[in-house]
Every structure is written in structure tokens, then in C-alpha cells.
């Protein structure tokens, strides 16, 4: 399956997306998996109005996206598959959705939010949504660009906590 | 006074403010934003904080740096205000001296006409 990667990014489909990850890794889709993005039309076009082709995107509902995914629809073109939220992630790989490895792009400060590093802000409730996932056996590296250090996520939250 | 807030990616807002400074001396009403480790939701906070300011009752020009970027659809998102906002990608030197030079003198809409103008004629 050439799901190449999984991102887990607030911000979606942004510079750090389109400029640095798909070059670095010969991406030819970006999709995200987002229910609210692609239930608001105007929201959906903005995402996707400026992705540099030859690079495609869409948006799909997770359940959409999860179905797309069991059909083998991205097998033919190297795919990242973009998440905004770790709840969002965990309801799929509790539905079947086989993932290995995730990677942390960008959760960012707000309120009720403790720094891990300039690019991960989370909640308590955020840090149990992980521990969850860690127990799939899925690992989260932190990484925000392709030449930043990559930090697995389990081994930096049990070391500070 | 129609307002200016520069909009980018990490320290490139606070550099060509320096540098525009540099030539022009110390600018009122010309704000400075950065995307660096805000959320969406804080962003946007300190956007709107920038465009409510009372002096900036003739409306307020949004530069960013690249469309599609976080910093173009946080700008993007913004809705239903009651000042005028344009947005304007591509945020240059040539384009901000224009704006400069001219915000007290055009009306709102001559005035992103001609930064436009100005920031396309700087490319060459």
C-alpha cells in the first residue's frame, strides 16, 4: 500500500506539507481525513487551492476516507494521509485501520496546553489519547520538517512525566 | 488610517519591517505577526487583536508571505468583519513601501491596486 505517510497536523495541508514532506518523499496526493473540512465546501477549497501540481489533494470524512483506504484507492500514487487530531487517528485504528508509525507535525499552544517542544503543545486528555495509540502498538515520532531530529513520543512523555 | 499587519512564517515579518525601517524610519500602524507555535485558534486570536485596533478605521491590509500557507488561511478564515480587509500574497520591499507612501493618500481600494502593482513591478 503506498500510504507513504501518516501526519497527524493541525494545521492540515500547509507550506510544511506541500514544500517540505511531499518533495522529500516524492509524494504525488496529499489527503486529508477530516470530517469538519469536508463538510464546509468553502473550508475545503482553501485547503486545496494551492497545492503545486503536479502534487494532488483531496478531502474526504473519516469514514469516507477509512472506507477509500479498505478499497485500496491510494495504491497506485505515493500518499500522505493528513490528521488534524489524535482522536481523529485513534477512532480508525480502532475501526481496523493498520497503522505503524505516525508522524507529529504540529499541535500548537492554546490554553490547557503543556509544551513538549516549540512545535507539540498538549492537553492531559490529548497525552491519553496517545497513550491509547501507543497501545495499538502504533509508534508517533515528532517531526516537523524532514531535516528536524525525529523524537518518539512514548519515550519523550514517560521520561518528563 | 488604513492599517497594515504583516503575516508570515517564523522571524521573515519582523526582518522586512527591520528593513523597511532601515529606509524609511520607525512606521506607526504596521504590526508584525508570526505563525510559530500558535494554534489556529490563537492565531486567529491575535490576528483579529491586530485588525480590531480603533485606529485602523479605514480598513486593514493583511500581507502574507505564500498563499496556501497556514498564515494565507488563517487570514482566510476570518469572517463576517465589520472593517474592510484585503489580503495580499507575496509580501515584498517595493510593495510595502507603496503602502507606506501611499495609505494616507488612496482611498482603500486604489491603495491594494497599487501595493499590488508596486510588489509585481518589483519582481524582474
Known amino acids: ?161 | 488610517m488604513i492599517g497594515g499587519i504583516i503575516l508570515t512564517h517564523g522571524e521573515f515579518g519582523a526582518g522586512i519591517k527591520n528593513a523597511l525601517e532601515g529606509m524609511m524610519g520607525e512606521q506607526k500602524g504596521l504590526i508584525v505577526l508570526t505563525n510559530a507555535g500558535l494554534s489556529k485558534e490563537k492565531l486567529i486570536e491575535s490576528l483579529e487583536g491586530a485588525i480590531g485596533k480603533d485606529e485602523f478605521k479605514e480598513g486593514v491590509i493583511v500581507f502574507v508571505d505564500m498563499p496556501g500557507s497556514s498564515c494565507w488561511l488563517t487570514a482566510k478564515s476570518l469572517k463576517d468583519h465589520n472593517k474592510k480587509i484585503a489580503i495580499i500574497t507575496g509580501v515584498n520591499l517595493p510593495m510595502l513601501v507603496t503602502f507606506l507612501g501611499n495609505r494616507e493618500r488612496l482611498s482603500f481600494e486604489k491603495l491594494i491596486d497599487k501595493v499590488k502593482e508596486t510588489g509585481q513591478k518589483g519582481i524582474t
Not at chain 1, 1 to 13: A, G, N, S, T, V
Not at chain 1, 106 to 116: A, S
Not at chain 1, 117 to 138: H, S
Request: aromatic share 10%; net charge negative; hydrophobic share 45%.
Open chain 1, 1 to 161: 500500500m503506498p500510504i507513504i505517510l501518516f501526519r497527524l497536523d493541525e494545521r492540515l495541508i500547509h507550506g510544511q506539507v506541500f514544500l517540505g514532506w511531499a518533495n522529500f518523499l516524492q509524494a504525488e496526493k496529499l489527503v486529508i481525513l477530516n470530517d469538519q473540512v469536508a463538510s464546509t465546501p468553502s473550508e475545503k477549497e482553501l485547503y486545496l487551492a494551492h497545492v503545486p501540481s503536479p502534487i494532488k489533494a483531496v478531502v474526504f470524512s473519516l469514514k469516507e476516507g477509512l472506507k477509500k483506504i479498505f478499497q485500496g484507492e491510494f495504491e497506485n500514487e505515493r500518499t500522505i494521509i493528513l490528521f488534524e487530531t489524535p482522536q481523529d487517528l485513534l477512532s480508525l485504528a480502532q475501526q481496523g485501520l493498520k497503522i505503524a508509525e505516525v508522524n507529529l507535525g504540529g499541535m500548537h499552544f492554546k490554553e490547557g496546553r503543556k509544551q513538549f517542544l516549540p512545535y507539540v503543545y498538549l492537553t492531559e486528555e490529548e497525552m491519553e489519547v496517545f497513550e491509547k495509540l501507543f497501545k495499538l502498538g502504533i509508534k508517533v515520532f515528532c517531526q516537523d520538517v524532514p531535516t528536524a531530529e525525529k523524537k518518539d513520543l512514548e519515550l519523550f512523555l514517560h521520561k518528563l512525566s
